[in-house]
């Protein structure tokens, strides 16, 4: 894996225990964030997971599926997603949040529903003034399986053993589990690529 002049020079600077010279030491940003809201958008399977650092084993505040039924409209949907979100960050008050990446979807309207339940989801974040990184599905499966192409399965059986939960979280509740976990990772003091932030 290959990096940029930037990013190696930022290293080099962090290494030698100076900020960037362009001000933007993820250090300083990054290590305040201990309570971590992680969602996996989808218009009828919204999974969130708000994950506490700060012992051996990362804490598990809350996980789940904001589940919509296929008679609920569109616009039902987006509602019960922004108010879910909203609910689970006045619960448990994370300064950060993790979303799934875009993805290229074969169908247009695919896409375009999927990015509806995604904007859904970040108005609900940004509106309490958490800040956002996007982190692609295969770089949170790379992260935690140590693979890109890992099933579903691999990545929720992983996210079980590294949070030490008691049962399998649902799919959807463990995708975003594991994209906390991800943020986590990406954004430890020595990261050669951090999460991108929207």
């Not at 993805?103 to 974040?125: D, H, P, S, W």
Request: charged share 20%; glycine share 10%; aromatic share 4%.
């Amino acid at each position: 894996m290959g990096i940029s002049a930037r990013q190696y020079e930022e290293m080099q600077q962090r290494v030698q225990g100076r900020k960037p010279a362009n001000g933007s030491g993820k250090n300083a940003e990054t290590s305040a964030h201990t309570i971590l809201l992680g969602v996996d958008p989808s218009l009828r399977g919204t999974g969130f997971g708000v994950v506490k650092l700060g012992g051996e084993v990362p804490a598990t505040l809350d996980q789940g599926t904001i589940k919509c039924p296929a008679k609920w409209s569109r616009s039902e949907c987006l509602v019960a997603i922004t108010r879910t979100l909203r609910e689970v960050i006045g619960r448990h008050t994370p300064t950060v949040c993790a979303i799934e990446g875009l993805f290229y979807a074969q169908n247009v309207k695919t896409a375009l529903i999927m990015g509806e339940a995604r904007g859904a989801a970040m108005a609900a974040v940004a509106e309490r003034g958490l800040e956002i990184f996007e982190i692609a599905p295969r770089k949170v499966k790379q992260s935690i399986v140590g693979y890109g192409n890992a099933q579903k399965l691999a990545v929720a059986k992983m996210v079980q053993r590294m949070l030490a939960l008691e049962e399998l979280p649902a799919p959807d509740a463990a995708d975003a589990l594991a994209l906390a976990l991800t943020y986590a990772h990406l954004n430890k003091r020595f990261a050669i690529d951090p999460a991108q932030k929207i």
